[in-house]
């Protein structure tokens, strides 16, 4: 799972488990503000009422003929009520409770302020109601609020997080993607430092530089070596076999000596196509070929289908062309392209039983140029091309003439063409396919 994913799930995890807390404790919250906020109103309304009576006198609610009947007052929605009595009890009264009362065969609950005070001598006791069914439409209102602002508040994070958390991780997704899987050769490898202001990012960029110039360095000492070594196996190379050759003209040879001498010249042409082919690999590694030439592929498939249909006919073998699009590979290389492709058809012509056939399919798309070359023959294994896969040239438990030269030649040639290479083996046969990029315009 990705990192900026793993960020993000954990965000909306830990804000949603609090804003679940919140949610659940949301209601018992709310109603003990709302019954606290309850109790404050109906104190209020009990200065309120005092102050009225204060000011305009204990008649304006209870009659001076009449005081026992006291005064009784609730609104048309009997949400609120006041009742104000003489209070005969001697108690005192100060209290807040809950209680139902049965109004025109309505039972309503009330939270309720009892008081008593004195006024003029007199004692009376002054309840206020409110209610309970306002407090809890209140707390519906309030926590309907809360819940859709929640929701919105969780949905606003959420791409909030998820821009913040792209823009935060785009300088690390860069060196991945510019330092890391692009890069398929230490010399294709860019220097320049990720533009970011998070220091772990810088750390982790100037990390993979050092550790880049350490594998440059190492690949070009290997590089050097392979070349030089190859150039000074040339020259003994080429001594032995002018050494051979004149041994071959002396008339005293006799038939064992000449045996002798034709295997020592088997063996130095092997030795002068390994030598040869470690030096081209080399130049391909050190980008000495020049990448500024427009190759026909079409022409360059049916000239080489020309030069080795004789030896097809030979083997006894059907090579045909099932399909040729026009197709010019633009800013490339026309030896290297005709030695990648040359490469993969001589293996099929090599290893292609005798009564075989191969088949060359060169197809276009509106992103890229596919040449496919399909043999019967009896398969490349496994280990071999994991080998030439890894950049082994001395490949391990190669059979007699399978060294894999030809196969690492040929991916390595596609790797500095910028051209992609599939193998599908099996024991019914092999089918190579190069992808060459189109390029827009």
Known sequence: MRLSAKLLIYNLLAKGLILLIFISAAPFVLKYFAVKNTDNQLREKRDEVISIIIEDGMEKFISSENPEIGFGSYNILKEEYILLELWEQGLVVDTIFVEDRILERETVTYRVYSNTFEYEGDTYILEIGRSLETIKAIERIIYNILI??????????????????????????????????????????????????????????????????????????????????????????????????????????????????????????????????????SKVNNAQFIKTESVQINQLIDEMMEEWKDYAEDKEIVLTIERNDPFTFESSNESLCRMMIQNALINALKYTPKGGKISVISTSTNSHHQVIIKDTGPGISDDLLEQVKDGIVFLKDAEKDKSGFGLQIMFKVALYLDVMVDIKSSTDGTAITFTCPIQQD
């Open 148 to 281: 859709g602002t929640l929701i919105i508040f969780l949905a606003l994070t959420f791409f909030l997080d998820t821009a913040f958390t792209e823009k935060i991780l785009q300088p690390f997704k860069k060196i991945i993607n510019q330092k890391i899987t692009q890069i398929n050769e230490p010399q294709q490898f860019s220097y320049k430092p990720i533009k970011t202001n998070t220091e772990e990012f810088r750390l982790l960029d100037h990390a993979i530089s050092d550790m880049m110039r350490r594998i440059q360095k190492a690949f070009n000492q290997e590089r050097i070596f392979i070349s030089h070594a190859s150039h000074e196996l040339k020259t003994p190379i080429s001594v032995l076999q002018s050494k051979v050759e004149a041994l071959f003209s002396s008339e005293e040879n006799s038939d064992l000596e000449m045996e002798k001498l034709l295997d020592m010249q088997v063996t130095i042409q092997q030795m002068k196509k390994t030598v040869n082919a470690l030096l081209l690999i």
